[in-house]
């Protein structure tokens, strides 16, 4: 069986906080080589800051999207359990476990078990949503069981 939704939350949160210090180090890091002038020498200048700059916009998308999971995280209600499959579930298939969480992926708890970390917005989400323990559901021409949801 999964781990309780307590732990599993802290894990996903554990996640997204280290996404956050890995990119806000990577936009800070380009910061002071855009301030002290740090260039490549296979570039001229000018190429180099562009390269930069189109390097710190994606990381601070990155960091905002981190953000913003972080966010939907803390909307997350640990101690409520419903029936059918909403936002803030933990799902058993007869294939994996799913965190009806943030897009996250895979993440492995302290037993070794995995649970998948997904959003609202996964495609299997949709086929999945508002289904309850004993109902089944077809995602890409595979069809599921739902075991348990939490």
Same mark, same amino acid.
Request: aromatic share 12%; hydrophobic share 30%; glycine share 4%.
């Given at each position: ?9 802290? #894990?996903?949160?554990?996640? $997204? ?38 390097? &710190?916009? /994606? ?15 803390? #909307?997350?209600?640990? #101690? ?7 936002? @803030? ?9 799913? &965190? ?6 895979? $993440? $492995?708890?302290?037993? @070794?078990?995995? $649970? ?12 999945? /949503?508002? /289904? /309850?323990? @004993?109902?089944? &559901? ?5 069809? &599921? ?6």
């Amino acid at each position: 069986m999964v781990a309780n939704k307590e732990e599993l939350f802290y #894990k996903c949160l554990d996640t $997204v906080i280290k996404q956050i210090e890995k990119y806000q180090n990577e936009m800070d890091q380009i910061k002071e080589s855009m301030e002290n002038n740090d260039a490549h020498t296979d570039y001229d200048e000018d190429d180099s800051k562009g390269q930069l700059l189109g390097d &710190f916009e /994606k990381y601070a998308e990155y960091l905002d999207n981190s953000r913003k999971m972080k966010e939907k995280l803390s #909307k997350i209600d640990r #101690k409520h359990y419903t029936e059918a499959i909403d936002f @803030g579930s933990i799902v058993e298939t007869s294939e994996n476990y799913y &965190f009806i969480s943030a897009a996250l992926g895979k $993440v $492995v708890l302290d037993d @070794g078990s995995s $649970v998948y970390a997904i959003s609202t917005d996964a495609p299997i989400y949709q086929d999945m /949503k508002g /289904k /309850k323990a @004993g109902d089944t &559901f077809s995602f890409n021409d595979k069809e &599921f069981k739902i075991k348990n949801v939490q």
